[in-house]
């Protein structure tokens, strides 16, 4: 049974950074891409960052490119976002997805979802 959680959320003032956490178990360490996607109230899910499975190959979102940064542990069963020069619009659910996948700008999720962590940007 994949089971993703993650951890790390909090409330910071703008410019702040948090590091987030997603912790993976019930699959094959290394095997699915693992991404972050975020969704605020009233707004659809967007993805964020990703890593692949293959190479470690990172993926960022236009809008959090040069702030984010995905990386994983070295038993591949941990993924995380150190999130930089945090701003309000930051604010938002940030959930963790194995297998996500990301190709010509569009984000695609599998159904394995943890169960999400928040992240508040406000002064």
């Known amino acids: 049974q994949v089971q993703l959680v993650e951890s790390g959320g909090g409330l910071v003032q703008p410019g702040g950074s948090l590091k987030l956490s997603c912790a993976a178990s019930?699959?094959?360490?290394?095997?699915?891409?693992i991404g972050w996607f975020r969704q605020a109230p009233g707004k659809e899910r967007e993805g964020v960052s990703c890593?692949?499975?293959?190479?470690?190959?990172?993926l960022y979102a236009d809008s959090v490119k040069g702030r984010f940064t995905i990386s994983r542990s070295s038993a591949k069963n941990t993924v995380y976002l150190q999130m930089n020069n945090l701003k309000p619009e930051d604010t938002a659910m940030y959930y963790c997805?194995?297998?996500?996948?990301?190709?010509?700008?569009?984000?695609?999720?599998?159904?394995?979802w943890g169960q999400g962590t928040q992240v508040t940007v406000s002064s």
């Open positions: 997805n194995a297998g996500a996948e990301q190709s010509g700008g569009t984000w695609r999720a599998s159904r394995f």
């Open positions: 890593i692949t499975n293959t190479d470690g190959t990172t």
């Open positions: 019930g699959l094959t360490p290394g095997y699915y891409n």
